[in-house]
């Protein structure tokens, strides 16, 4: 690991200050011993610098900024996040479990108890890919601005099924996959200290767009909160993970589900998985093969089918349909159950 100076900000302009004098002008996997880089928890960054792909000059902290910790709700207004409110925050919160409960279970469910207590939301939306091809300083890869992706033709049994393109590496924050069932707003302070608020379908960018990064986010922008809509009376949310381990490993397949319930009739719904493609994607089909129509056995088999129509796996990740298919049953049928019944028998929380 190399040396950098190490900064506490105090604010967030003070912390785009130090970053801004020094933030490289491109977005590159590749070490840049001149940039300055935001850390909050930093697990991933440290990860990074472990591994050579990141060598920042400077480390700006800002998790003691004022006010980046904290949840509000109200039923007017919704709920909004601060970047630095935690994962274990999140999965403590009464009134994210009450109305928000498929991000509740994506939180209560990540990783180990001592992360959860350190990783921020933050950290969690811009984490890089966790494909150990891109990983590995041995592997000069395509989002390392290589012509081959080792993946399509190596270990490949827990990347992307869909929407790949040329690299196949998967996104690794389940907690996006439940906020784009939410439609969540992601707010970020540009470099120029102007605010902008981008929905979250927009935030996660596809390597056919632009393989060098895995977020809209460019030199000095800060994720500063995420915003929630206020809930909808008769909404229902449900979110399964399944893994290979009870932990400190990274999902198979996800699904969150919110949908609007008159009775066990589904009004309108949105279904979103995860570690199926490179960004969360929200599936049409699955959620047109539930609305308008009673949710039971029937109804919820053809969501899960409907959703792997485009699935084109690989060579050894061909099982993640049948997962996929599985958990969106379940989801979906989880909508139908009386409340209180919440728990995911059979699943497993793993890494983020």
């Given at each position: 690991?190399n040396k950098?100076?190490?900064?506490?900000?105090?604010?967030?302009?003070?912390?785009?200050?130090?970053?801004?004098?020094?933030?490289?002008?491109?977005?590159?996997?590749?070490?840049?011993?001149?940039?300055?880089?935001?850390?909050?928890?930093?697990?991933?960054?440290?990860?990074?610098?472990?591994?050579?792909?990141?060598?920042?000059?400077?480390?700006?902290?800002?998790?003691?900024?004022?006010?980046?910790?904290?949840?509000?709700?109200?039923?007017?207004?919704?709920?909004?996040?601060?970047?630095?409110?935690?994962?274990?925050?999140?999965?403590?919160?009464?009134?994210?479990?009450?109305?928000?409960?498929?991000?509740?279970?994506?939180?209560?469910?990540?990783?180990?108890?001592q992360i959860?207590?350190?990783?921020?939301?933050?950290?969690?939306?811009?984490?890089?890919?966790?494909?150990?091809?891109?990983?590995?300083?041995?592997?000069?890869?395509?989002?390392?601005?290589?012509?081959?992706?080792?993946?399509?033709?190596?270990?490949?049994?827990?990347?992307?099924?869909?929407?790949?393109?040329?690299?196949?590496?998967?996104?690794?924050?389940?907690?996006?996959?439940?906020?784009?069932?939410?439609?969540?707003?992601?707010?970020?302070?540009?470099?120029?200290?102007?605010?902008?608020?981008?929905?979250?379908?927009?935030?996660?960018?596809?390597?056919?767009?632009?393989?060098?990064?895995?977020?809209?986010?460019?030199?000095?922008?800060?994720?500063?909160?995420?915003?929630?809509?206020?809930?909808?009376?008769?909404?229902?949310?449900?979110?399964?993970?399944?893994?290979?381990?009870?932990?400190?490993?990274?999902?198979?397949?996800?699904?969150?589900?919110?949908?609007?319930?008159?009775?066990?009739?589904?009004?309108?719904?949105?279904?979103?998985?995860?570690?199926?493609?490179?960004?969360?994607?929200?599936?049409?089909?699955?959620?047109?093969?539930?609305?308008?129509?009673?949710?039971?056995?029937?109804?919820?088999?053809?969501?899960?089918?409907?959703?792997?129509?485009?699935?084109?796996?690989?060579?050894?990740?061909?099982?993640k349909i049948?997962?996929?298919?599985?958990?969106?049953?379940?989801?979906?049928?989880?909508?139908?159950?009386?409340?209180?019944?919440?728990?995911?028998?059979?699943?497993?929380?793993?890494?983020?």
């Open positions: 690991m950098f100076k190490w900064y506490d900000a105090a604010s967030v302009e003070e912390a785009q200050k130090v970053v801004n004098s020094t933030v490289s002008e491109t977005i590159q996997p590749e070490a840049d011993p001149n940039a300055s880089v935001f850390k909050a928890a930093g697990i991933d960054l440290l990860d990074l610098m472990k591994e050579g792909l990141s060598q920042p000059g400077k480390v700006v902290n800002i998790k003691n900024i004022p006010g980046f910790d904290e949840i509000s709700f109200s039923p007017e207004k919704g709920l909004i996040l601060g970047a630095n409110v935690t994962l274990s925050q999140i999965s403590a919160d009464g009134n994210i479990k009450t109305h928000y409960l498929a991000l509740h279970q994506a939180a209560s469910q990540a990783a180990t108890p959860r207590n350190m990783a921020t939301l933050g950290g969690n939306l811009a984490q890089r890919t966790r494909c150990w091809y891109f990983r590995s300083k041995d592997y000069f890869c395509f989002r390392k601005g290589s012509s081959t992706c080792f993946a399509h033709i190596g270990k490949n049994e827990f990347h992307a099924i869909m929407h790949y393109g040329y690299c196949v590496s998967v996104h690794s924050s389940s907690l996006a996959t439940a906020l784009l069932a939410f439609d969540a707003i992601v707010e970020i302070k540009g470099k120029e200290g102007k605010t902008k608020l981008v929905p979250i379908k927009d935030f996660f960018v596809l390597p056919t767009v632009d393989r060098t990064k895995e977020t809209i986010l460019g030199p000095g922008e800060l994720i500063t909160s995420v915003i929630l809509p206020k809930p909808v009376s008769n909404w229902k949310s449900n979110y399964i993970k399944m893994g290979s381990r009870k932990s400190q490993d990274w999902p198979i397949a996800e699904v969150a589900v919110v949908a609007e319930l008159s009775e066990n009739v589904c009004n309108s719904a949105k279904i979103v998985l995860g570690a199926a493609a490179p960004v969360p994607i929200a599936s049409t089909l699955a959620a047109e093969a539930i609305t308008g129509k009673t949710i039971d056995d029937i109804t919820a088999a053809h969501a899960g089918k409907a959703a792997m129509e485009i699935a084109v796996p690989l060579s050894e990740n061909a099982y049948p997962v996929f298919e599985t958990i969106i049953k379940r989801a979906v049928l989880a909508l139908a159950k009386p409340p209180g019944n919440t728990k995911n028998r059979g699943l497993q929380g793993t890494k983020d």
